[in-house]
């Protein structure tokens, strides 16, 4: 598994070119920004640890159910 560092995620903040991190995990979201259940909203996190917002809107599941599968990576 790759690592990464804040400043490398936060270069990732394109439509085309996501990532975010929840729980020091590191996902590329690019692909899952056009199928998200709750719209194109997550673009604005694009480049941020959105732990906090996740866990706020969504079960434990599904990073284990969905979110797994856009892992890239852990934070350093």
């Known amino acids: 598994m790759n690592t990464y560092n804040i400043d490398e995620v ?3 903040n394109l439509i085309d070119d996501a990532w975010v991190i929840i729980d020091k995990n590191v996902y590329d979201i690019t692909y899952f920004l ?3 259940p709750g719209g194109n909203i997550l673009f604005q996190f694009a480049g ?3 732990t ?3 866990y706020e809107l969504h079960q434990l599941s599904v990073l ?3 979110a797994e599968q856009y892992k890239i990576g852990t934070l350093i």
Do not use: L, P, V
Request: hydrophobic share 20%; charged share 40%.
């Open 10 to 12: 936060e270069k990732h």
């Open 34 to 36: 056009n199928i998200h």
């Open 48 to 50: 941020k640890d959105i």
């Open 52 to 54: 906090d917002y996740f």
């Open 64 to 66: 284990t159910d969905t």
